[in-house]
């Protein structure tokens, strides 16, 4: 049996338009065959599929979709859909009920979300053939969150998840957990994600496959399961990034049997524009030689260790560049409350803490010193000097906060 996995579909904005404007059959058709051959299609849908135009909130950046524009995900040929993401609540209670419609019409099997928490953390469990398949869905707890008994995405928390799978492994042939976690828009699962990601394989998971970041990441086989920590966008409207790899998208397709996971490919997609195509010849084999590299700082402890720090680092500053935005330039005390509560979602939480941790334990300033030779800039020397103060307030003990 064969599965193929990609990462975030949302059909709004650009992408809606180019739907309703042309003939569906040109989206994404390098890769009609390739879907259509598959057993499992499995995707993040990754906004509201509705044509309500009230969305539930105002201080955050919301997506949706027409009703109509849904009916190309039947189109392309996918059979799962995931809906545990940061927006699947954008448009309210209604959004909800009317993206799940849409699936249910096109006889597309959902996950990732409910009418009570409980109900959105439940795995989806299928029969192909003589196989059982479950699919854990789970989002890390964001703004369209099921909690306290509310509606939503089924939030992943890293215990519950571990219990819920090891539960899941014992119910199935094949186990999979597909996740949408990570820092957006950095090339580098962090530390936390990496150790969770092998205790699910640990504990039964045989894939386990991220989405969010908006970039790929690495991928790494682990003992007998495969991890890729971010498959990156496949049909999203977004522009350019810093480089040429910047919307690299990926698929993963997995050749499934009752006892395992026999073979797993990775196929990389360029998903500029919004309309992904398949990297063809050398422009493919550097695609493949850049997705190596990621995967080898996987790998190596310390190198991870020293991209997590400069994830936190980037996060936080881009954190800062939009407080200045929004308090000083335009004066929007509501959005500033919001950047300051987002604060506390336990992912951005994590990161704050850690890089406090690699402030104080001497671990900023030795990676600073690292990576830049010579002058920084003014603001790079305020920078490494202000490190280099909290390693000093901090010794000796600042040895016990390094991140292991």
């Known amino acids: 049996m064969r599965m193929i996995a990609c990462g975030d579909i949302a059909l709004c904005k650009g992408i809606e338009s180019m739907i309703l404007s042309r003939e569906q059959g040109e989206l994404a058709k390098d890769f009609r065959s390739i879907f259509h051959e598959a057993d499992i299609f499995l995707a993040n849908v990754e906004c509201p599929l509705t044509d309500s135009e009230s969305p539930a909130w105002d201080y955050f950046p919301t997506l949706k979709g027409k009703r109509d524009v849904g009916r190309i995900l039947g189109d392309l040929g996918v059979t799962i859909a995931s809906l545990a993401n940061n927006h699947i609540a954008d448009y309210g209670l209604r959004g909800l009920e009317d993206t799940i419609s849409v699936l249910e019409e096109q006889g597309i099997a959902w996950v990732g979300a409910g009418w009570a928490p409980e109900e959105a953390s439940e795995p989806l469990i299928i029969d192909k053939g003589d196989c059982k398949i479950g699919i854990l869905a789970l989002a890390q707890p964001e703004i369209s969150a099921a909690k306290r ?47 969770f990601s092998r205790s699910l394989i640990d504990h039964g998971a045989l894939l386990v496959l991220g989405h969010h970041p908006h970039v790929p990441q690495g991928y790494e086989h682990y003992k007998n399961g495969f991890i890729a920590y971010s498959l990156g966008n496949f049909i999203f409207d977004m522009p350019g990034g810093t480089h040429k790899f910047s919307r690299l998208g990926l698929l993963v397709k997995a050749e499934i049997e009752k006892d395992g996971i026999k073979s797993v490919e990775v196929i990389p997609v360029d998903t500029s524009g919004g309309n992904p195509r398949l990297l063809r010849d050398d422009e493919g084999k550097e695609a493949e030689d850049y997705l190596r590299r990621l995967s080898l700082v996987i790998e190596d402890k310390n190198e991870l260790g020293k991209a997590y720090y400069f994830t936190c680092k980037g996060n936080f500053n881009i954190f800062l560049g939009a407080l200045i935005q929004y308090g000083l330039k335009k004066g929007n005390l509501r959005r500033i409350k919001d950047l300051l509560l987002a604060q506390l979602w336990p992912q951005l939480f994590q990161l704050r803490i850690d890089l406090l941790r690699f402030m104080f334990s001497g671990d900023a300033l030795r990676f600073e010193k690292m990576r830049n030779v010579g002058s920084t800039g003014l603001a790079g020397r305020i920078w490494r000097g202000f490190c280099g103060l909290c390693s000093l307030v901090a010794y000796p003990w600042g040895r016990y906060l390094e991140i292991r």
């Open 149 to 195: 008994g509310k509606w939503g995405a089924g939030v992943l928390e890293y215990d519950a998840a571990i219990k819920t799978m090891e539960r899941l492994a014992r119910e199935v042939d094949v186990a999979i957990a597909y996740l949408h976690f990570g820092v957006e828009f950095f090339e580098y699962p962090t530390p936390h994600q990496v150790r």
